[in-house]
């Protein structure tokens, strides 16, 4: 096994260690009569949404309490609904691999997400962070969230490398600014296939 070129991974979680979040948020819509996009657009477009988005990623309030005041502006349940909005997301096993195989020849991994509380969904439950990660960094932990580079200091220090020793992947072209910024090296996420040749690149080792 080669030695790694660069000996940290940041990765996002959401539709990076996931299935693409869209397809579940659609999915969740088919089945509640919305149309297509009507969650994405309240979580991101309409301003009340919005903000209480962005209160949610920064742990100012619950799940539980996001839950009941966003249901009203999609007409629907407040019932989980964060968890049946994300009810089809899923590990996505090829990035997954991916991952540990970094781990395995030598790189550092954290995770870096703008979180979304754990009760009553954990969106985290099922992909085993605490053996895929050397650390974990939720927005919800620290009031701050992507794409604040504050953020990104934490995910560094987190696992001990310098900016420049590390590669930060997200599916969000906004997210990679600060990072490279910063002098992190960055990869935008699409898909498995596009993304690892990218991330071995990067890296300088194989991920297979």
Known sequence: ?????????????????????????????????????????????????????????????????????????LGVDATNLIGRALADLRPEPTMLAAVRSARQAGVKVALLTNSI??????????????????????????????????????????IGLPAQECVFVDDSPRNLTPASDLGIATALDTTPAETIPQLENLLGIPLH
Request: charge should be negative; glycine fraction near 8%.
């Open 1 to 73: 096994m080669p030695t790694p070129q660069r000996h940290g991974l940041i990765l996002d979680f959401g539709g990076v260690l996931t299935t693409p979040v869209a397809d579940s948020t659609r999915a969740f819509c088919h089945r509640e009569g919305l149309a297509p996009d009507a969650f994405l657009d309240i979580i991101s477009v309409d301003p009340v949404g919005r903000e209480l988005y962005k209160d949610l990623e920064l742990g100012a309030i619950t799940q539980a309490a996001w839950n009941t005041r966003t249901a009203p502006l």
């Open 117 to 158: 509380g754990s009760d009553p969904y954990d969106p985290y439950e099922d992909y085993g962070l605490d053996t895929l990660c050397d650390a974990v960094v939720l927005s919800e932990h620290h009031g701050i969230r992507k794409p604040d580079p504050a953020i990104y200091t934490i995910a560094l220090e987190a």
